[in-house]
């Protein structure tokens, strides 16, 4: 009776993990750029930056080709250096610290909070050596970190403060914006994040030196507006104050991005939607653990991270990802922990035992499909499926 009551559910298509929701408007927007015949950084990427400072609220944002681009400037905007160490947790994406190797510095590892899957606040000051320059607090599937105890822990001792917000748009913490708290906040406009250009981020910070430093590095170190040299208000001249790199974002992708921003917050509704069905629809499993959300912040809702309850199902995770793909719903892992690649392990010998909550969660997470191109249909059968998973597995 039990096998008939738990019918697979029905199979119409696989759901991806992950849709960009674009739409005519995005498309209208991009055919604009092509027409136009300005297809690199230029008028629309002006556009696109004035039109997310607004947004966010802070004095400046300055575009650029990836987050992890602006994570890199941003580390060397405020002046990290050979020898350095830079803070962050170790439950995060390589490109958190793979930018402090560009100095030959230190990524140090903090493990996380089990609640928030965010870099655990009590376990920093440990950390801080008279080498310690700053702290890279993740903001974990959209959730925001402890922003004022980060804040007070940084000022206390002269540390900076580099947000990546590459999951946060938009999310809030007491009410203020992630974009507006951090000395400089660096998002990603990555395919699969909540507002996309296909590659491209933003670093948004109140000191105008500091953008501008970040403006000008990422056109090759030319001197200011570097990209109107093609224009009737440049000029062919041009003057190169540092080495900087190529991290610039085009038209093509700001055009995107221009789009995107204006339904960033309905996008952002529909994914709070989803998060609140799946929630509801999983609540009565007490073999899986839904996201909390601390009730003074808002999440971005860029992932939905599901536990699985130790020892409560016959299967492990990885088994748990390929029954759910064997019924057509895809989901992911969001992290694997630094300590767990090959790379860091090696070069900072860095292992699972320095952070037991991380190589815990590891274990039991998966990442549930969330993204406003997906039906209430849709979310119904990803948390039918996993019911029926856990259903057929249970203990
Ligand atoms: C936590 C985190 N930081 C940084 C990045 C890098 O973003 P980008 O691909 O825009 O460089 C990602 C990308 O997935 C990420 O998840």
């Known amino acids: ?165 590459a999951h946060a748009v938009p999310a809030r913490y007491k009410g203020r914006m992630i974009g507006t708290i951090g000395d400089v906040t660096c998002f990603s406009f990555y395919a699969t994040k909540t507002l996309t250009t296909g590659e491209g981020g933003m670093a948004t910070t109140d000191n105008g030196e500091w953008a501008e430093r970040m403006r000008i590095l990422r056109l090759h170190g030319i001197s200011k507006d570097a990209w109107k040299r093609y224009t009737n208000e440049g000029s062919w001249h041009y003057d190169v104050i540092e080495a900087g790199y190529k991290y610039n974002m085009t038209d093509i992708q700001a055009a995107l991005g221009i789009a995107q921003l204006k339904k960033v917050d309905w996008m952002w509704t529909r994914r709070k939607r989803i998060a609140e069905q799946y929630s509801a629809s999983l609540a009565h499993l007490p073999e899986v653990r839904t996201p909390d959300v601390k009730s003074d912040r808002e999440s971005a809702w860029h992932l939905y991270v599901i536990r699985l309850v130790p020892g409560s199902l016959t299967i492990d995770r990885n088994r748990f990802m390929e029954e759910l793909r064997g019924i057509g719903v895809m989901t992911s892992v969001h992290f694997i922990p630094l300590f767990r690649q090959t790379y860091y392990a090696n070069e900072f010998r860095y292992t699972s035992g320095s952070f037991p909550v991380s190589a815990r969660l590891y274990d039991e997470i998966l990442s549930l499909p969330i993204y406003p191109a997906m039906t209430d249909e849709d979310v119904g059968r990803v948390a039918e499926s996993v019911e029926y998973v856990i259903k057929k597995f249970r203990k």
Request: charged share 25%.
């Open 1 to 165: 009776m039990e096998e008939a009551r738990n019918a697979a559910p029905v199979r119409s298509g696989e759901i991806p993990f992950h849709k960009p929701y674009i739409a005519e408007d995005e498309i209208a927007e991009v055919l604009d750029s092509l027409r136009s015949g300005w297809i690199t950084m230029g008028p629309k990427t002006v556009r696109f930056e004035e039109a997310f400072r607004n947004y966010m609220g802070s004095k400046n944002a300055v575009s650029m080709n990836s987050c992890t681009a602006c994570l890199h400037l941003a580390l060397k905007t405020i002046g990290v250096q050979e020898g350095d160490e830079v803070i962050l947790p170790a439950f995060t994406f390589t490109a958190t610290a793979e930018v402090v190797t560009y100095f030959r510095a230190r990524p140090v590892l903090v493990d996380i909070d089990e609640q928030t899957f965010n870099i655990d606040v009590s376990k920093i000051e440990e950390k801080i050596t008279g080498k310690t320059k700053a702290l890279i607090p993740v903001h974990y599937a959209g959730q925001p970190c402890e922003m004022d105890d980060i804040i007070a822990l940084a000022r206390g001792r002269g540390l900076a403060v580099v947000e990546d917000a």
